[in-house]
């Protein structure tokens, strides 16, 4: 029996240092429940009392260095295992990486920032106004009754014969009146729909970029000293501004503003069609009844209000032809700015 021991120990260890040992199996093998070893204590029964301790001491011994090895034997295993896959696996951080491609802002976007960052540089601040407005803003409180004419040039998209989108940003002007109490000076940006059809110069969605301010004592000169800086600023230092007179139901007087072209300076080229002047925005001093209308007493505080096209502007300094452009979402117009 001592000798069917000491080969059972001889050849487990052997089959467990092989280099293509299944550890698994030989466990069961030798250790298992039917494993030699347990077969080997199992006949223990029919030695002498004498030899019994002796053999019982030596089978403990096989099977604690057949699970020594087997252990052993594991971790060795283990740790070549973890050797290989951090071999595998190695990253050089050092090296450079993939790029992925990043957009940019959309060109109507920067226009939009650059002006904010005008006016704001002069002391405006921003308000927000709805897309969705009220006939009551965008047309009645602003002069403009129900069937005036001045509603045919801004026909717009009705929700409800109450509620539509916003043909102007001038409803603004209206909703920051009723709640702020003058000096207001406030630019408000944002998208105006009209139901044009689509052509080069029309979209049913555009963006303006609308300025008011009251206070006690605002003329005409303030309008025209502040939309020359703002002019100088957007289109370089040498522009100069024109008024013509004009007609908007909420400004009185009122006009439409001109900038001489930046691209020839006023001589006349394929930009300003000729003209030496581009026209940039409607403006005027807010009439009497648009500040009754908003609780603001016409005898004590005056002030004035513009509206400029965000499209317009972008289109002139870029010399972009076709408005469609600015809503294509084509890389290839995209890119380019
Ligand atoms: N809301 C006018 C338009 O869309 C522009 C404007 C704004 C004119 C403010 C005067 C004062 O045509």
């Not at 971790?75 to 951090?86: D, H, M, N, T």
């Not at 927000?128 to 409180?141: H, K, R, S, T």
């Not at 289109?315 to 076709?322: L, N």
């Amino acid at each position: 029996m001592k000798e069917k021991l000491s080969k059972i120990r001889v050849e487990a260890l052997e089959q467990i240092n092989a280099p293509d040992a299944n550890l698994e199996e030989i466990k069961v093998k030798y250790l298992g429940k039917k494993g030699e070893l347990t077969a080997v204590l199992r006949g223990m029964g029919a030695l002498s009392a004498e030899e019994r301790p002796i053999v019982g001491q030596l089978a403990n011994e096989v099977r604690e260095s057949i699970e020594a090895a087997l252990n052993e034997k594991k971790s060795e295993l283990q740790a070549k295992a973890l050797q290989e896959q951090l071999k595998a696996e190695k990253l050089d951080v050092t090296m450079p990486g993939t790029p992925s491609p990043v957009g940019h802002i959309h060109p109507l976007t920067r226009a939009q920032r650059e002006l904010e960052d005008i006016f704001i540089g002069m002391g405006f601040s921003i308000a927000e106004g709805p897309e969705v407005e009220l006939d009551y803003y965008n047309f009645q409180a602003l002069n403009i009754p129900e069937n005036h004419p001045a509603r045919d040039t801004q026909d717009t998209f009705y929700i409800t014969d109450n509620i539509l989108l916003r043909s102007q940003t001038s409803p603004v002007q209206v909703r920051v009146m009723e709640h702020q109490k003058p000096p207001i000076r406030i630019i408000s940006p944002g998208r105006v729909y009209r139901s044009d059809a689509l052509d080069a110069t029309h979209s049913p969605l555009f963006h303006q970029l609308e300025g008011l301010v009251i206070d006690k004592g605002i003329t005409m000169g303030d309008l025209k000293g502040t939309l020359e800086v703002f002019a100088k600023k957007m289109f370089g230092e040498e522009t100069k501004i024109r008024f013509r007179p004009h007609h908007f139901p909420f400004t009185e007087p009122s006009a439409e503003v001109d900038v001489s072209c930046f691209v020839c300076g006023g001589k006349g080229c394929r930009l300003c069609k000729g003209e030496g002047w581009i026209e940039i925005l409607g403006a005027g001093m807010v009439h009497p009844f648009v500040l009754s209308n908003c609780g603001i007493d016409p005898e004590e505080y005056s002030g004035f209000a513009f509206g400029l096209g965000i499209e317009r502007i972008t289109m002139a300094r870029y010399g972009i032809d076709d408005i469609r452009l600015f809503y294509e979402n084509d890389e290839r117009f995209l890119e380019q700015f």
